[in-house]
């Protein structure tokens, strides 16, 4: 058969049902067969970036994996931010480009770039294929590469005339390859029990590895067994329910919360488990590691030590880790636990952030308590990045594991409503797009892809007029503001003619009191919907430099 059914029946019997894409000339050889699946359904976007957000939508809020799929030259360039934001943030997609034939590779050909070389840093792993005899192994290895160990996003480059070419292959023989998942050594593990039994104030870090690994709701019950607190990573929200009683909140320098910082001060040791101890989480880090003592299970060895040398470091996949530590500390009994572990729904309440503000123009906080009383656990969150996406953070509660999608290292602004897009299609919950007014106009195009498909993501814009972020960047760290207002997002440009022209349902907001109306207008609507939320450009957002000086702003 042609190696491009050859590669449709692998995604099949990998498990793919899904591949977002944008088709043209030097893809079309792989689209004739995709068209043709009964078990792939594709949908078309508006820009080749959106396609990898969507599919790092669909794994994050799902946990299956997604294709994304493009043509040679600007669209295989236009891949490279969503490859990166999803390799930074350790979400396997497949991304498959088109490419012109073998014979014009590195002569210049029409729409013929190195898309392998350029994702190389911004990829887990990237493939040209020459040889259609190498199909099929290559993309047996590359579904193994993009699970195993720490997962990733792995690109395959696909030349027009291998996709045309035919190869022997029977679907029945295709055995997806298996994954090795490292388990821990017993030592390791009683030896981080009696570090803990040891410890006067330890506590959990719960890293985005639990939640790549299903093992939120066991990571708990190990907190329960070793009456820790838990904080959970940026990565991690939702990881534990917002009114657990041992829940910590976050501990950062931007999403962080006051609870978080204090819990995290207070410790002596941290038990890091699938985390990887990045800038905006330990801000300075001579103030992060004090004389705390920390171990720290991850599954990739190179993450170990990364970052600071580890007092034991456990290489083992999150759920076999917490398992394994689960036993062991039975074996020990209850222990008294962190300074803080009886008090912390008291001192959540103590030290929430003040969100009740009745101002008009309305202040963001508000924003975010109405959409903490508004949605429930089944709702999907994205954000992209801006002091919207920090305040998100900050301000919202989220009690399920996959219910809240950041995008964490690469805070790439677009990525909110392709990722809602892939989360509603991938699960059917409700996607809500959180965003900023000037993060709106990156992927706004796709609200078209969202209305068409009849996926009625919500999309709330924080309006505050600014390039928030990089206003308050400015103003605090320079004494200067240049570029950074926009006045017109709240006149003279309409964002609810924006979406009414992408046939979406569209309101601006000026009451905070109207904010549960206007959401209940978008969701009677049936439709995509953009609930514009005129607010206050100058708010600022809490923030510091480390995790003991973190400003905090109360209007
Ligand atoms: C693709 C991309 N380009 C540029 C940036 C830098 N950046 C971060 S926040 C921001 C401004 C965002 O403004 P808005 O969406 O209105 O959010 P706000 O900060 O006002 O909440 C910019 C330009 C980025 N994160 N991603
Ligand atoms: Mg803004």
Known sequence: MKAAEAIIKILELEGIDTVYGIPGAGINGFYKYLGRSEKIKSFCHRHEEACVHAAGGHFRASGKMAVAACTSGPGATNFVTGVYTCNIDSIPVIAITGQAVTAQLGKDAFQCVDIARICEPVAKKTYQITDPGKVVETFAEAFRVAKEGKPGAIVIDLPLDVQNAEIDFDPALYLPLSIETPAPEAEAIARAIQMINEAKNPLLLMGGGVILANAAARCIQLAEELNLPVITTYMAKGGIPAGHPLNAGHCGIQVGQPIGNKVFLDSDLVLGIGCRFTDRHTGDIGIYRGDRKFIHINIEPSEINKIFPADLGIVADAKKAIEALLVEAKKHGKRSGHVDAANLPALRKELARKLDY???????????????????????????????????????????????????????????????????????????????????????????????????????????????????????????????????????????????????????????????????????????????IVCDPAVDCSMGTALDNCREFVY
């Open 358 to 532: 009745g101002a008009k123009p309305i202040n963001p906080h508000r924003v975010f308590g109405e959409l903490n009383k508004y949605f429930g656990d089944e709702a999907v969150f994205t954000t992209g990045c801006g002091i919207t996406q920090i305040w998100s953070g900050q301000l919202q509660e989220i009690s399920k594991p996959r219910g809240y999608l950041a995008s964490g290292g690469a805070g790439c602004l677009g990525y909110d409503i392709p990722a809602a897009f892939g989360a509603t299609v991938a699960t059917g919950k409700q996607g809500v797009a959180v965003m900023g007014d000037f993060g709106f106009t990156f992927h706004a195009q796709e609200l078209a892809v969202c209305a068409k498909n009849k996926i009625p993501v919500i999309v709330i814009i924080v309006n505050n007029a600014y390039l928030g972020l990089i206003r308050q960047n400015q103003k605090y760290a320079y004494g200067y503001e240049c570029d950074v207002a926009m006045p017109e997002n709240q006149g003279m440009i309409d964002y609810v003619k924006v979406a009414e022209g992408f046939a979406c349902y569209g309101e601006r907001v000026f009451d905070p009191a109207e904010i549960p109306a206007a959401l209940d207008r978008a969701k009677a609507s049936g439709k995509p919907a953009v609930i514009d």
